[in-house]
């Protein structure tokens, strides 16, 4: 790992995730010629270095691996690239947008660059932020402070567990959770069914033997000064019943981490909570692109990190032509209820937008999603299936009429 410090750079990128590191190798493979990644962390590779299960790289290295090892392949490609990290280090500031204050255990010091990546991820709220009532007693986690605990400081765990959730990383707490030598007796989640994919759903019922209960809320958690009971709610019939555990899991519910994004002054889409960005990653600040699961939570690493390459290739190009990086007046594009996020919601032209991803916050069927634009309907396609907390994508050809100069762009799902 480096830890000289440039006085200038061509880019920083700020997070060494996937889609950090891969905008950082992809920018050096275009031929940039100073390419700096700040890491607060101590190691590189984000979140799957404490990510056991496999399944990673698939999209983008086209190979099968466990997380600690996409983590290490993805630092040891950035550093044969030529790409200096700096771990143990945090960017406090941006001043100016291109104008980096970092601070680390060897003070604080500035980077000129010319462009600025933010890849700084999301994280999952944690019990507080979901107001769930009860003792504050020890034994309550997110799935990634779980993982780390498990896996990078193997401290112990507890014994019996629940985990809030049933989307896809509530499946991968649940196998954390067996690792540590806890035994999950069930998954909660409030949605009439499941999230994720039915094999997975059908092992933990089958393999695991751990029980899903649907349409059912944690009301409350208990124990002091450990946690010794949940209190359980049925959401359609009131009925409540409390079952003992030490641990209890929460799960999904992402946020970016966008406090940097906030501080620089970029526009916050109120859906994704992230950076206002088209799809190139191009925010309302020039030379400040952004990429991966900062701009909409939550995809997986191997999809972050093609995303990141693909923003990469966009900021590769503005540099060698000397582009303004932004556009002073975009179209904003805004989700309407059951909607909750459209990503990209910024759009300069209708070839901004080549896909439209969004959430909703229900079980549908098919639908048709209508996009309008100054009281005039602009276009509309059909969507998949509607899950909640699983991203959708449908073609961007529903933003083929739209006047990138126009009043703001709302999508809505016909009834």
Known sequence: MTTALSTSADVVVVGSGPAGLSAAIELRKLGVTRVVVVERELAGGGVPRHSHHTGFALRDLHRL????????????????AGVELLVG?????LRSNQLVQLSSRHGVAMIEARAVILATGARERPRSARLVPGDRGAGVFTTGQLQQWTYLKRLPVGSRAVVVGAEHVSFSAMVTLRHAGVRTIALTTELPRHQSAAVFAAAT?????????????????????RVSEVTLEDVSSGRRWTESVDTVVFTGDWIPDNELARRAGLDIDEGTLGPSSDRFGRTSSPSVYAAGNLLHPVE??????LRGRHVARKVARDLQVGATLSDPDPATVIAEAPLTWVWPNRMSSPLDVESLFFRVGRFDARRTLRAHQDGELIGTVRTPALVPNRSLRVSGGVFANVNPRGGTIRLRLAE
């Open 89 to 93: 280090t945090t960017v406090t500031d």
């Open 65 to 80: 691996m466990s997380g600690p090892r996409y983590a290490q392949e993805l630092v040891r490609r950035a550093e044969t």
């Open 300 to 305: 997986t690493a191997d999809v972050a990190a």
């Open 205 to 225: 019922r089958l393999l695991f033997r751990v029980p899903i209960l649907t349409s059912t809320r944690v009301a409350g958690v208990n124990g002091r000064p």
